[in-house]
């Protein structure tokens, strides 16, 4: 299995920009993950979907903030406009539902905003 | 709610040396309790994890883990590091049937040769 795929590895924009980060699961997983990590804060998860349904999006910092999941195989992080304070590492993650819970992580996506 | 402590931010150690990774949970229900590694600009991978049974649980490369319910602990262990060991290590906490991962702070491991 090629794991959980995310796009781009690397972003750089400008302050004010539209940002999207990109994530495929792990084929036959229900559940999908975003998370954010930064030094000063560490692991936080964004939001929570399971069978494409977003679930827990209480992380989710403000409404600049958006995801969506139209389908098992793709999600989207959007952010816009994008601050300097967004900048981080964005890990997408998924898992089965069904007896096994642990997480399988993306390699992320690291975004920098000028 | 869950949370999670890890008692060291850095841990330095020499190579063939032991080490102990040490991992603190508060939790009001059952947990299931898992070790994460992050090697630099990669994402998170399972170490090992413990749903339930035996309370000592092994991983890959050479690490393993003890659940103590008592003292609310799952401290990882390796008996002999190695160079590649170099990364930092998450503990991470879920209720029982909850989706939900609570993530300690890390900490970095550093091999020295």
């Known amino acids: 299995d090629a794991g959980v795929i995310q796009s781009p590895r690397h972003e750089v924009t400008e302050m004010g920009q539209e940002v999207t980060l990109r994530c495929k699961p792990i084929?036959?997983?229900?559940?999908l993950f975003w998370y954010r990590q930064t030094m000063m804060r560490g692991l936080e998860l964004l939001i929570y979907?399971?069978?494409?349904?977003?679930?827990?999006d209480s992380g989710m910092p403000e409404d600049r903030f958006s995801a969506k999941m139209p389908n098992a195989s793709f999600s989207t992080l959007k952010i816009q406009p994008s601050e300097p304070r967004d900048s981080a590492v964005y890990f997408c993650?998924?898992?089965?539902?069904?007896?096994?819970?642990?997480?399988?992580f993306g390699p992320g996506t690291r975004l920098t905003v000028t | 709610a869950q949370s999670v402590t890890q008692l060291d931010s850095q841990v330095p150690v020499f190579e063939e040396a032991p080490v102990e990774l040490r991992c603190n949970y508060s939790?009001?229900?059952?947990?299931?309790l898992f070790w994460y590694v992050q090697y630099p600009n990669q994402g998170l991978q399972l170490l090992l994890k413990?749903?339930?049974?035996?309370?000592l649980v092994k991983g890959i490369n050479g690490f393993e883990a003890e659940f103590n319910k008592s003292q609310t602990s799952f401290h990882l262990r390796k008996p002999s590091v190695h160079i590649s060991d170099t990364a930092e290590y998450f503990c991470?906490?879920?209720?029982?049937?909850?989706?939900?991962?609570?993530f300690g702070k890390g900490t970095k491991l550093s091999v020295i040769p």
């Open positions: 993650a998924s898992r089965t539902s069904g007896g096994k819970y642990e997480q399988y």
């Open positions: 939790s009001s229900v059952s947990v299931y």
């Open positions: 413990y749903l339930s049974g035996s309370t």
């Open positions: 979907f399971n069978n494409n349904v977003p679930i827990d």
């Open positions: 084929s036959g997983h229900n559940s």
């Open positions: 991470a906490v879920s209720g029982a049937g909850s989706y939900q991962l609570t």
